[in-house]
């Protein structure tokens, strides 16, 4: 019986994990990308879109504005955590990358509300920022494992946290030049970012 019931709550997590995946699209970069983004020397990196899914019963909740505060917190370090990665291969970085404290100060300066940033044209976004081209994250960090838990064996399988990360770069066209998209588990959300975006620099366009 207890077999049955763990059986049944690895089937709906699974169900509800690829459920928040679905709008995860194939890696993708235009053709001739070295050619399309010849003539960049500026960029920026966006804030990342940070969404936490807290699924599990046996952890205390966050309360929402716990819970906002934790989003817009690993929202910032994503996107540092990515700056400093870039600027950790000055030799290979083809571009200047904006300051992501800058980003957002130009963005606060010109009126626009991060939570409200995807309604802005990529174009008019350039434009505020003075860059040829953006890039824009995506994290979901989807909490099934209680904290502290480590991963848990269920019939066999190793249960953990899910992780599902996009960057995509838009020019000042609003042309899609490049997406990534991975999908990681881990119980330690730091340690994902960290790892994400190294593996996300290594396929960076503006790295060579």
Not at 28 to 42: E, P
Not at 99 to 117: A, K
Not at 175 to 184: D, E, G, H, T, V
């Amino acid at each position: 019986m207890i077999r049955i019931l763990v059986l049944i709550f690895f089937s709906y997590f699974l169900i509800q994990y690829y459920s928040f995946s679905q709008d995860y699209l194939k890696n993708y970069k235009i053709d001739d990308i070295d050619n399309a983004i010849l003539n960049h020397t500026n960029i920026a990196i966006l804030p990342f879109k940070f969404k936490i899914i807290q699924k599990e019963k046996s952890r205390k909740k966050l309360t929402p504005k716990q819970l906002m505060n934790e989003e817009y917190s690993l929202s910032l370090g994503t996107t540092a955590t990515l700056f400093r990665y870039l600027y950790s291969k000055p030799k290979k970085l083809l571009v200047n990358v904006q300051p992501p404290n800058n980003t957002i100060r130009l963005l606060s300066q010109s009126g626009i509300d991060l939570s409200e940033i995807e309604s802005v044209s990529k174009k008019k976004l350039c434009e505020i920022l003075g860059v040829d081209a953006i890039v824009i994250g995506t994290f979901i960090n989807s909490r099934t494992i209680a904290k502290g838990l480590g991963s848990i064996s269920l019939m066999g399988f190793s249960v953990e946290n899910k992780n599902d990360i996009k960057v995509e770069i838009f020019d000042s066209r609003d042309k899609l030049l490049w997406r990534y998209s991975r999908k990681m588990s881990g119980n330690n959300v730091n340690a994902v970012i960290y790892e994400s975006m190294g593996f996300i620099g290594k396929r960076f366009p503006y790295l060579k």
